[in-house]
């Protein structure tokens, strides 16, 4: 009776190993795909005005669009701006001049139904001079430093009201989600006295720059160069490694 007990146990034994080595099998297959789903390369293309939602409302004139998928779905990042426009107002000289804008905003979601994950907004009002407010050519950057399948945009811009050679203002700002970091300073302008751009990645930080303050080169100083690094404290540092470089890369005006 035992030895017929043990024969039973052990064929029961034969017909459920199969079983769970075919359930170890489903379960790395499941294992890996999760990890190639994880792993999946962002891969942003640009987009056209066909695949901005009814439900958007843009504001002003398209520059683009660019689409990407990540963990939180499908993104969208839109661009546009306003053309200068008399604005009935006066600046803080009692001069009446023109406006305009720069509009950026993120939406994402799953089956066509798209929420804002962020949007930024930059005006020059009251322009009586020559006015300035647009996006700086080919600086959109759609990347995954940190690689956590979500992605981090960066976005760059100027704007200026002059009457002279003097650089426009220049804003980086990245996103992460929800959460900005930005950069603010001067573009670099050739005078025309044959002078080139010099500044780097390791002194584009006026706050860290010694010996500038006070002297007959303050202003030139600081073109090229951004006011602080303070907003990228919590970041990852390939975040503030990333925009210090896009950073330099347009730093120079054209015009």
Not at 10 to 36: Q, S, Y
Request: hydrophobic share 40%; proline share 3%.
């Amino acid at each position: 009776m035992r030895s017929l007990f043990i024969l039973l146990l052990a064929v029961g034994f034969c017909r459920c190993n199969p079983a769970g080595e075919n359930d170890k099998k489903n379960a790395d297959t499941i294992t890996n795909t999760l990890i190639t789903e994880q792993n999946t390369k962002i891969e942003p293309v640009k987009g056209t005005a066909a695949d901005i939602p009814a439900s958007v409302k843009l504001a002003g004139k398209l520059v683009e669009v660019w689409k990407w998928k990540d963990k939180m779905g499908d993104n969208l990042l839109i661009t546009s701006v306003v053309a200068p426009y008399k604005d009935n107002k006066k600046n803080e000289y009692g001069e009446e001049g023109f406006s305009a804008e720069v509009h950026a905003v993120h939406y994402a979601g799953m089956n066509g139904a798209f929420q804002q994950v962020w949007s930024v907004s930059e005006k020059e009002t009251s322009c009586p001079f020559d006015i300035t407010c647009e996006f700086i050519k080919d600086a959109i950057s759609i990347t995954d430093l940190d690689a956590d399948q979500v992605a981090e945009t960066t976005i760059q811009y100027k704007t200026a009201c002059r009457s002279d050679v003097s650089p426009a203002a220049m804003k980086l700002v990245m996103h992460e989600g929800a959460t900005a970091y930005s950069l603010r300073g001067l573009m670099w302008i050739n005078a025309g006295d044959g002078e080139k751009f010099t500044v780097t990645e390791n002194d584009a930080n006026l706050e860290k720059l010694q010996g500038y303050k006070g002297t007959e080169e303050e202003y030139m100083k600081t073109f090229g160069r951004y006011e602080s690094e303070k907003e990228f404290a919590a970041a990852p540092k390939e975040f503030l490694s990333h925009a210090r470089s896009r950073w330099i890369k347009f730093a120079v005006e054209t015009f």
